[in-house]
């Protein structure tokens, strides 16, 4: 099975921000500690090591125990719980929302990556060990963007009226979507085995968190991943001092503003601003901020409201009632794991990147920081016709007008290019500059506007050729651009729209094999996989 590369900026689907940390532009420096290098761990495991307490990594091997006792877990990965409790193991992470049957795509693709590079890391550092771990996020409550999933070009949805934290959600109503994705995904084997998944994923488990763990350890139980649901009253413990400087001094917003006002003077796009305390409170159906007001602390939108000493009594009594947004929730998955590197999308970084001086401030070591990898997956029929049509895998990422453009002046039997003209023109024009300012320096202006009216005049001609040659090729022009629609839906990357059941019809129980034997994490490049 063939596969090829190209660097993320020529994609032009990623931004400048995220394209210049790949490319370590020098004016980044201060935004990270080190580069996701091979090299660079060493240092990384021992600044790590010696900074990760033994209690930690009892109370976590303890909370992973007891998550997965109703779990059936496979040996590597319940030996890599087992190793966490060891002061020569370390993790990786990536992290993700509660998505309806994984949602997109890339869910995958986090996951192989933090695998792979787990994997990678072992044979490079064999003295330690390395466990994948997968991040729910239990915690989030914008429920609108994880209850859907698309499958061929139909949004397929939950709705219900729940608020609050979505991993406590139970899964009623879910019945009803799985009769409709069992109408449409069709019959066959892959189709069948799908159908079980969701079905003892959702309708056999109580919570969407329950759920969500049941379908990513099925997944990628043979591959040691770990999966840690951290709204946990015993991790939440362990953080506590964090979040009681967060109230009392507003640490995340006095470190993170400064560099965040930073990275908008160089000129980069700020993905995430700072509010002045970063904690939600949570409660039955409710997770909203808490803000300080006249020297008390509310909730946002409720009547609870508390002095200074009542939140951190609150807070010592009952920390699982506190959840970090998304400024605080770096910081404490770095105090509740001995992680070496977070593997998270284009969005995912550039906030984290806002973070170094607020590590610092707390003294809980910065860590790596790595792009997972970008998969556009081809069929064995697509990869015949962009084949058939001729189109390099760089063309592909063009938008369509570009491409179909570039395409028929391509195969055209005629040149649909007016450069030469357009030469021409302006060297003639050229002798008319000079004998205007020999006669009437105000002829100058006349002679330059006739001119750019000529090349216009030739901008027009060649739209209009081009146009009509299109026409004449209407039938490439077709196969050309169902063929980017296929392959880009909605204009945009498959791995952003595409649910991986899709692609699990295609390939079946090779899906997950195929993207561990071609994803390498620090390559850095968008990896197009062709069936």
Known sequence: MPSDCIPFRDTNYFSTFICDYLEKKPELNEFYHRFPELDNFGAQIKEKGESFSNENRKVLVDVLQKQYKNTAVSDVTNDNIKLLANETTFTITTGHQLNLFTGPLYFLYKIVSTINLATTLKEKYPENDFVPIYWMATEDHDFDEINYFNLFGKKIQWNRDDGGAVGVFDTEGLDKVFDIFKTEIGTGRNAERLKSLFEKAYLEHNTLSDATRYLANALFESYGLVIVDANDQKLKRLFIPFMEKELLEQTSYQNVQPKANKLEKAGYK????????????????????????????????????????????????FPER?????????????????NLCYIGGGGELAYWLELK???????????????????????????????KLEVSDKDLFLKQHELINRKVRQISNIDINFDTQKKHLEEQFKEMYELAEQTDVTFVNAVKAQEIKQLKGLDMLEKRLLKAQRRKLSDQVKRLAEIQNQLFPNQSLQERNTNFSEMYLEYGEDLIPTLITYLNPLKGEFVIIKE
């Open 270 to 317: 700020v993905q995430v601003n700072p509010r002045e305390i970063n904690l939600f409170y949570l409660a039955e159906g409710v997770r909203e901020r808490i803000i300080e007001q006249d020297g008390d602390y509310v909730v946002n939108e409720t009547n609870i409201r508390w002095s200074k000493n009542e939140i951190l009594k609150e807070l010592t009594e």
């Open 357 to 387: 001086d607020y590590f610092d401030a707390v003294a809980i070591p910065f860590p790596m920081l790595l792009l997972r990898n970008s998969v556009l997956m081809q069929t064995k029929k697509q990869t015949e016709k962009v084949n």
């Open 322 to 338: 506190f959840s970090p947004n998304v400024m605080m929730r770096p910081l404490y998955q770095e105090v509740i794991l001995p």
